[in-house]
Nanobody, 121 residues
Framework: QVQLVESGGGLVQAGGSLRLSCAASGSIFSINAMGWYRQAPGKQRELVAAITSSGSTNYADSVKGRFTISRDNAKNTVHLQMNSLKPEDTAVYYC???????????????WGQGTQVTVSS
């Protein structure tokens, strides 16, 4: 019923940039917050950045000043511009959306399949 499709991951040298994108599709009535999480090997999944439907943003301290989250409500997309990447940013990045389906009475959380980001030193 809902798909979150991520793109833009890859391998980059330290100091470089990548832009992740996520498109939500399906029988979507509304989308509240959208965000990006990441999970490194042996670590728990953590919030990287989130953005509400009105544009309010929240960032993990470790990425403030380097990453920027944005969204296009008309296209149900969210982006993560990652600059000044560090080896410790290496992880699988997951798109998340808190959205309500047409057939549902309340929103639920949905996840993308994940995209690998690898930053070499």
């Amino acid at each position: 019923q809902v798909q979150l499709v991520e793109s833009g991951g890859g391998l980059v040298q330290a100091g470089g940039s990548l832009r992740l994108s996520c498109a939500a599709s399906g029988s979507i009535f509304s989308i509240n917050a959208m965000g990006w999480y990441r999970q490194a090997p042996g670590k728990q999944r953590e919030l990287v950045a989130a953005i509400t439907s009105s544009g309010s943003t929240n960032y993990a301290d470790s990425v403030k000043g380097r990453f920027t989250i944005s969204r296009d409500n008309a296209k149900n997309t969210v982006h993560l511009q990652m600059n000044s990447l560090k080896p410790e940013d290496t992880a699988v990045y997951y798109c998340n959306a808190d959205l309500r389906l047409w057939i549902a009475t309340r929103p639920s959380a949905y996840w993308g399949q994940g995209t690998q980001v690898t930053v070499s030193s």
